[in-house]
């Protein structure tokens, strides 16, 4: 079964951009609809953004326009792009595979994360 690696995390002051890869080993990504959540401290995991096996996206509210999901399936990797990032997106960023939009009890198969963390 597929195996999900993220890297790309780190520090980064308010405005920055970041990029996060998740790299699946085991299986093809284009088998799977895929997204990102995150868990900040004392937090909820939320779902980020998704895409679906025919390609299309969705994100929740707060990062519209801003973060963008993206997946290479000859690098067998999907992306999360984060662009006027803000210190609360600081969170532990995972990418998910198998699932259904961004709720996250759908999905079956998790990475490790990766943190994302941001200044003011």
């Known amino acids: 079964h597929v195996q999900l690696v993220e890297s790309g995390g780190g520090a980064v002051q308010a405005g920055g951009s970041l990029t996060l890869s998740c790299e699946a080993s085991?299986?093809?990504?284009?088998?799977?609809?895929l997204a990102w959540f995150r868990q900040g401290v004392d937090k909820k995991r939320e779902g980020v953004a998704c895409i679906a096996l025919d390609g299309r996206t969705g994100y929740t509210d707060s990062v519209k326009g801003r973060f963008t999901i993206s997946k290479d399936n000859a690098k067998n990797t999907v992306y999360l792009q984060m662009n006027f990032l803000r210190p609360d997106d600081t969170a532990m960023y995972y990418c998910a595979a198998d699932g259904t939009g961004l709720l996250h009890r759908s999905y079956k198969r998790w990475g490790q994360g990766t943190q994302v963390t941001v200044s003011s």
């Open positions: 085991g299986d093809t990504l284009s088998s799977f609809s």
